[in-house]
């Protein structure tokens, strides 16, 4: 079989690398692959398409199926994903102690359709009570003003979203125009140790191993898609790109679970992932649809109750039928 070229732009993440500096091959696909900033690949990507397949934004790739838009399709492998708790910047001074403190308030976030927004904004309705409608939200970009959202919205009604794009997150923040930011990378103030600026859950981590303990939920934040064009001239392509990251991940664990030269320059970097192990089961980065349902199924539940996806997915619509077929088992 002649070898189909594809270009694949992603993340240099340890559990790609094998697959990224060729140690790992897909069948019958001669790849080539683009390590950049992951906003770069995003915003070419999405607005271009300037390559055959990428990590996306697992919000922004569910809002395009939901709006019809059928020149993606995906892969059901996770690259990155993250709990959001530790996600919430509050000042220290302010009104906000508690998660049920920020009903009413004004909340800062870079887009509405940030995946991570979509989770937190979830966990504060599902997890905590809180009435998205009773915030007023204000669009920003996190350090720099002029960021903008990517794909359209169908926000419900009562939600209040207003753009401030001569603003920064940051500096609202600091200067007390907003009570709380929601931002995956987190600001400068905070990054630059800002007295008054802090995480909502300053013990993130307990707090997310609670959580995923009481709904199963583990956040996925980026997916893989491809051009629709390019899986339907060659259907077997998504499968053997599957079957490579899968390979690609087990090489990365099995590097971790290395107890004699540890791989990774992390103290006890091996115990870390056998606790997450005990946590998530024994595969804790599980690619595939069945093993994540609980996960899609929250989000897309999420996505749709916030305007982000137009109409409510089934994880099922997300990724091609050819893979769905054989990785259901």
Same mark, same amino acid.
């Given at each position: 079989?002649?070898?189909?070229?594809?270009?694949?732009? #992603?993340?240099?993440?340890?559990?790609?690398?094998?697959?990224?500096?060729?140690?790992?091959?897909?069948?019958?696909?001669?790849?080539? =692959?683009?390590?950049?900033?992951?906003?770069?690949?995003?915003?070419?990507?999405?607005?271009?398409?300037?390559?055959?397949?990428?990590?996306?934004?697992?919000? /922004?790739?569910?809002?395009? #199926?939901?709006?019809?838009?059928?020149?993606?399709?995906?892969?059901?492998?996770?690259?990155?994903?993250?709990?959001?708790?530790?996600?919430?910047?509050?000042?220290?001074?302010?009104?906000?102690?508690?998660?049920?403190?920020?009903?009413? /308030?004004?909340?800062?976030?870079?887009?509405?359709?940030?995946?991570?927004?979509?989770?937190?904004?979830?966990?504060?309705?599902?997890?905590?009570?809180?009435?998205?409608?009773?915030?007023?939200?204000?669009?920003?970009?996190?350090?720099?003003?002029?960021?903008?959202?990517?794909?359209?919205?169908?926000?419900?009604?009562?939600?209040?979203?207003?753009?401030?794009?001569?603003?920064?997150?940051?500096?609202?923040?600091?200067?007390?125009?907003?009570?709380?930011?929601?931002?995956?990378?987190?600001?400068? =103030?905070?990054?630059?140790?800002?007295?008054?600026?802090?995480?909502?859950?300053?013990?993130?981590?307990?707090?997310?191993?609670?959580?995923?303990?009481?709904?199963?939920?583990?956040?996925?934040?980026?997916?893989?898609?491809?051009?629709?064009?390019?899986?339907?001239?060659?259907?077997?392509?998504?499968?053997?790109?599957?079957?490579?990251?899968?390979?690609?991940?087990?090489?990365?664990?099995?590097?971790?679970?290395?107890?004699?030269?540890?791989?990774?320059?992390?103290? @006890?970097?091996?115990?870390?992932?056998?606790?997450?192990? /005990?946590?998530?089961?024994?595969?804790? @980065?599980?690619?595939?649809?069945?093993?994540?349902?609980?996960?899609?199924?929250?989000?897309?539940?999420?996505?749709?109750?916030?305007?982000? =996806?137009?109409?409510?997915?089934?994880?099922?619509?997300?990724?091609?039928?050819?893979?769905?077929?054989?990785?259901?088992?």
């Amino acid at each position: 079989m002649n070898e189909v070229p594809l270009t694949l732009a #992603i993340s240099r993440y340890d559990h790609v690398e094998d697959l990224v500096s060729g140690r790992v091959v897909p069948e019958g696909i001669h790849l080539t =692959c683009l390590s950049l900033p992951i906003e770069e690949i995003f915003f070419r990507f999405l607005k271009y398409r300037e390559w055959d397949a990428s990590e996306v934004s697992f919000a /922004k790739y569910a809002s395009l #199926i939901s709006q019809g838009d059928r020149a993606l399709t995906a892969i059901p492998v996770f690259p990155s994903r993250i709990f959001r708790h530790s996600s919430i910047y509050v000042r220290r001074d302010g009104a906000v102690r508690t998660p049920q403190d920020l009903a009413g /308030k004004r909340i800062g976030l870079p887009e509405w359709a940030q995946t991570a927004a979509v989770y937190s904004r979830g966990l504060l309705a599902h997890q905590y009570g809180i009435d998205l409608a009773s915030i007023e939200w204000i669009q920003a970009g996190v350090n720099e003003p002029g960021r903008s959202e990517k794909v359209a919205l169908n926000l419900p009604p009562g939600i209040r979203l207003t753009p401030a794009p001569t603003k920064s997150l940051s500096r609202m923040l600091v200067e007390g125009e907003v009570d709380a930011v929601l931002s995956a990378h987190p600001p400068d =103030c905070f990054e630059n140790a800002h007295p008054n600026i802090a995480r909502l859950f300053e013990d993130y981590m307990t707090v997310e191993a609670d959580y995923y303990r009481a709904t199963g939920i583990f956040p996925i934040m980026h997916v893989i898609a491809l051009k629709r064009e390019a899986v339907e001239a060659h259907p077997w392509i998504a499968m053997n790109l599957f079957k490579a990251f899968e390979e690609a991940k087990r090489r990365s664990v099995a590097r971790a679970l290395e107890v004699t030269a540890p791989r990774f320059p992390i103290p @006890w970097c091996f115990e870390h992932t056998r606790q997450a192990q /005990k946590l998530f089961g024994q595969d804790h @980065w599980p690619y595939g649809v069945d093993a994540n349902r609980t996960t899609l199924e929250a989000f897309l539940q999420y996505a749709y109750d916030q305007g982000v =996806c137009h109409r409510r997915l089934a994880p099922e619509d997300l990724f091609p039928e050819q893979v769905l077929s054989q990785v259901r088992v």
